[in-house]
């Protein structure tokens, strides 16, 4: 797809040129495992400014915030303002085993834990060695203590009934990073959405009756977002789409797949200068 | 005498470390690793939290992100630097200490938890070699909190 194409693309669901306008800025999370906001607030010079999430700061340093002694510490994490969604979305409580099928490199993994206080339960999957090399590093240097990490098949994880809650934070073609549109075709999210849907139904199948599962991507495909999730409301019928549960700036899922898609999110750029995502919370039985 | 009872012995006889109740240190793959009790209700096999250290025919070592977490507990052998000194811990292979004293010691710059190294003939080796370089670029403790 060239830069015309994409355009065209994006103009048949939103304001492409509002959207590929908008700034994308750098975010940080302080990480509550090992530091309170108000002593992260002492101690740091990265300038920080607040998001619509307490925790999730938009964030200057000349340092690259990966080479501060905030990351070396623990006590922040780089992570996008549209990536921190997902778990909130989720919202997961002390006591639940939480599945977190796609976990690397572990932003979402992390910050899991943190809303958990590192208390209950997360498997957190991976299936790639050396993608989960991130995983354990992030987690050691974060302080998670409440993760067990596997390196198996997200696609076919054959366990049933069992977690309370789940995030299926799927491969994708990952539109909304930049020049990714030059690489993506039809047939890509095609591919994609098929590892998509499988994962997602495995996910699923892995919940105990009235879990919760939040599936997102960072793609504007509806292949990969929409498409997906229609399927496993079809497949299986007691599921359901529910709302995100928090206030957020985003658009609604895509309405061609019917009016339950408005408990979907879509995010993009200028909706608060993060990157593009989707967002979709599920209830089982 | 089982390699996590050593490790735990270690930990209090070297730094005055005990750790909360609610923390499990158990051996792995012939590591030690550290999680929170809870995670103990998680069936699938897997790799538990994160590695706290190992016992070996070298002795036992403690890895610097679990000093990161608990070594806000010790009391004892406990190392504090200075800006460039902390630098230099976290950046190269060791550090120039003015000290005749050998052994591990927990490294400190300020109220932050560096993590551990071993110091011998002046010298302090710092635990994060040999797993990347690590760079710091920035400096801590700006003369006012924001208000964020």
Redesign the interface.
């Known amino acids: 797809m060239d830069e015309k194409q994409f355009h065209d693309y994006l103009s048949s669901f939103t304001d492409a040129d509002k959207m590929l306008s908008a700034p994308v800025r750098d975010t940080i999370r302080i990480n509550t495992l090992?530091i309170s906001?108000?002593r992260f607030?002492?101690?740091?010079?990265?300038?920080?400014?607040?998001t619509f999430y307490e925790y999730g700061?938009y964030a200057e340093?000349?340092?690259?915030l990966g080479?501060?002694?905030?990351y070396?510490?623990?006590y922040m994490h780089t992570q996008s303002l549209s990536s921190m969604l997902p778990s909130l979305i989720l919202n997961p409580a002390?006591s639940d085993?939480v599945l977190d099928i796609a976990a690397s490199p572990g932003s979402k993994t992390s910050h899991l834990a943190m809303l958990m206080h590192?208390?209950?339960?997360?498997?957190a999957n991976e299936v790639n060695w050396e993608r989960g090399s991130a995983l354990?590093s992030n987690?050691?240097?974060l302080?998670?203590?409440?993760?067990?990490?596997?390196v198996r098949d997200g696609t076919r994880l054959g366990?049933n009934t069992?977690f309370t809650k789940a995030l299926v934070d799927a491969p994708c073609s990952s539109l909304s990073q930049p020049y990714a549109y030059k690489k993506f075709t039809s047939d890509l999210a095609y591919e994609m959405s098929k590892t998509q849907k499988k994962m997602l139904f495995s996910a699923y199948d892995s919940l105990q009756e009235g879990g919760e599962l939040v599936y997102s991507t960072c793609t504007y495909a509806k292949e990969e977002n929409e498409e997906v999730v229609k399927l496993l409301l079809e497949k299986r019928p007691e599921a359901t789409l529910i709302d995100p549960g928090i206030e957020f700036p985003h658009d609604s899922g895509l309405s061609e797949f019917g009016k339950e898609f408005r408990k979907t999110a879509r995010i993009y750029p200028h909706h608060f200068s993060s990157e593009g995502f989707f967002m979709a919370k599920v209830k089982k039985g | 005498m089982s390699h996590v009872t050593t490790f735990r012995e270690y930990l209090l006889r070297e730094f005055g470390i005990a750790l909360p109740r609610e923390i499990v240190l158990q051996e792995q793959e012939n590591v030690i690793r550290v999680f929170s009790k809870t995670l103990m209700m998680l069936k699938p096999a897997g790799y538990m939290g994160f590695v706290a250290g190992k016992v070996g025919t070298n002795g036992i070592e403690a890895k610097g992100e679990f000093i990161q977490l608990f070594g806000k507990h010790a009391t004892k052998n406990i190392l504090e630097l200075d800006e460039i000194q902390a630098k230099s811990f976290v950046e190269n292979e060791f550090v120039e200490i003015n000290s005749s004293e050998s052994g591990w010691k927990i490294a400190k710059f300020q109220a932050h938890v560096l993590g551990i190294g071993r110091l011998k003939d002046g010298k302090l080796y710092s635990d994060f070699i040999g797993k990347g370089r690590k760079r710091v670029e920035n400096s801590l403790n700006p003369s006012k909190a924001q208000s964020i």
């Open positions: 090992k906001k108000a607030a002492e101690i740091t010079k990265i300038s920080l400014e607040p700061l340093s000349e340092a690259r080479a501060t002694w905030e070396f510490l623990g002390q085993l590192n208390r209950g339960a997360i498997l354990f987690i050691a240097r302080g998670v203590l409440n993760t067990k990490v596997t366990i069992y």
